[in-house]
Nanobody, 118 residues
């Protein structure tokens, strides 16, 4: 059974940095994975895509985080990361990791809270 576990969230001041990790168990990132994405959902808002990375390491970002966030993956560790710099209060949200697969339904993690204080 494939599971995703996020970590690295917390409370940080405006302008600070955090690195989120999403560790996959039960599946290797190099097999059967179309892409991995980081999403976020703020209170009262819809979940939105923040960044994604394909199995061939092609990345894409939401306009709101371009130049501040970086997504990367380490296949040896079966982990995908989201480096977040120059954080703003509007980045406050629960951040989720999602795995899209060639075979099987999407897999979501449980989420990790990121709070940016002004």
């Amino acid at each position: 059974q494939v599971q995703l576990v996020e970590s690295g969230g917390g409370l940080v001041q405006t302008g600070g940095s955090l690195r989120l990790s999403c560790a996959a168990s039960g599946s290797r990132l190099s097999i059967n994975v179309i892409n991995l994405g980081w999403y976020r959902q703020a209170p009262g808002k819809q979940r939105e895509l923040v960044a994604s990375i394909t199995s061939s390491d092609t990345t894409s970002y939401a306009d709101s985080v371009k130049g501040r966030f970086t997504i990367s993956s380490d296949n040896a560790k079966n982990t995908v990361y989201l480096q977040m710099n120059s954080l703003k209060p509007e980045d406050t949200a629960v951040y989720y990791c999602k795995m899209a697969r060639h075979v099987g339904s999407d897999i979501w993690g449980q989420g990790t809270q990121v709070t940016v204080s002004s």
